[in-house]
T-cell receptor, first 111, second 114 residues
């Protein structure tokens, strides 16, 4: 099936630092979604992107839909301890198809 | 309100038991989903319901039986499960299937099969 390459797999950062993660694919996507998942909980939708080149912010989070439609990135500015968790990208291919998930980026924040 | 609720939060069952997982949303969404998630892995799609009809079954074993009684409710009936079926089971909903994309997840049911 389709795959999304999400990187990095894990990150250890100091509180206050900025974070960047991305997802790439060899296929063109119509929609990019970014989720955060805390342990034992369901993924929470952070940002949804629908147009190539679109840049969208949600508080300290900013995500972009790549121009080629094959990638997306998520930035977190001035990280805080509650940013800890697993971040998943998900993309939707053209047509009536299920979401494709990346393998996740595990973020740890050191106070 | 973007809330999807799931019950129970935790479930322990033996391999001969029959149990059900429940999911509810009141956002008027017409597509609902069941996912299975193993530790440190992304959610894995099991079933999709669109307008209360099963539209996708990702070759899930028959010991998992989904049901959509109405547009707000989604059940997953479990019977004769195996220990390897232990996982976090997530329900999600969206306005519709297709390019809308935005799926909202419930908190999940942590299932342990003994």
């Amino acid at each position: 099936g389709q795959q999304l390459n999400q990187s990095p797999q894990s990150m250890f950062i100091q509180e206050g630092e900025d974070v960047s993660m991305n997802c790439t694919s060899s296929s063109i996507f119509n929609t990019w979604l970014w989720y955060k998942q805390d342990p034992g909980e369901g993924p929470v939708l952070l940002i949804a992107l629908y147009k190539a080149g679109e840049l969208t912010s949600n508080g300290r989070l900013t995500a972009q839909f790549g121009i080629t439609r094959k990638d997306s990135f998520l930035n977190i500015s001035a990280s805080i301890p509650s940013d800890v968790g697993i971040y998943f990208c998900a993309g939707q291919l053209p047509g009536n198809t299920p979401l494709v998930f990346g393998k996740g980026t595990r973020l740890s924040v050191i106070a | 309100d973007t809330e999807v609720t799931q019950t129970p939060k935790h479930l322990v069952m033996g391999m001969t038991n029959k149990k059900s997982l429940k999911c509810e949303q009141h956002m008027g969404h017409r597509a609902m989903y069941w996912y299975k998630q193993k530790a440190k892995k992304p959610p894995e799609l099991m079933f999709v319901y669109s307008y209360e009809k099963l539209s996708i079954n990702e070759s899930v074993p028959s010991r998992f039986s989904p049901e959509c009684p109405n547009s707000s409710l989604l059940n997953l009936h479990l019977h004769a499960l195996q220990p390897e079926d232990s996982a976090l089971y997530l329900c999600a909903s969206s306005h519709r299937t297709g390019p809308s994309g935005e799926q909202y997840f419930g908190p999940g049911t942590r299932l342990t099969v003994t």
